[in-house]
């Protein structure tokens, strides 16, 4: 899966497209950005890649971390499984 889709010139960034610039830009490795969120490096990668919906749980803690309201991730992801879920209708559609 990717953290990004294109689809009808409408174009979704998964919350994990955002965790990994946010990740690349601080001056945190990544060792130490999964301790300070309390989660797995492989929940990270998972998230990252797009493999993972946030949970609320997640959208929470980044909130806490970050500085940011739980909304502005939670939003994230509805826009990319609105899109996700308009292509995916589209798809079966189309192979009717």
Request: no cysteine; proline share 0%.
């Given at each position: 899966m990717s953290n990004t889709i294109t689809y009808n010139d409408k174009?979704?960034?998964?919350p994990g497209y955002?965790?990994?610039e946010l990740l690349e830009e601080s001056e945190?490795?990544?060792?130490?950005f999964v301790k300070r969120l309390g989660i797995t490096?492989?929940?990270?990668?998972l998230l990252?890649?797009?493999e993972q919906s946030?949970?609320?749980e997640m959208a929470s803690k980044l909130s806490r971390m970050l500085g940011t309201s739980v909304e502005y991730w939670l939003n994230l992801q509805h826009a990319f499984d609105t899109i996700t879920a308009e292509f995916a209708s589209d798809q079966e559609?189309?192979?009717d």
């Open positions: 174009m979704a960034f998964h955002y965790l990994e945190l490795t990544q060792e130490d490096e492989e929940d990270l990668r990252v890649s797009g946030l949970s609320i559609l189309i192979s």
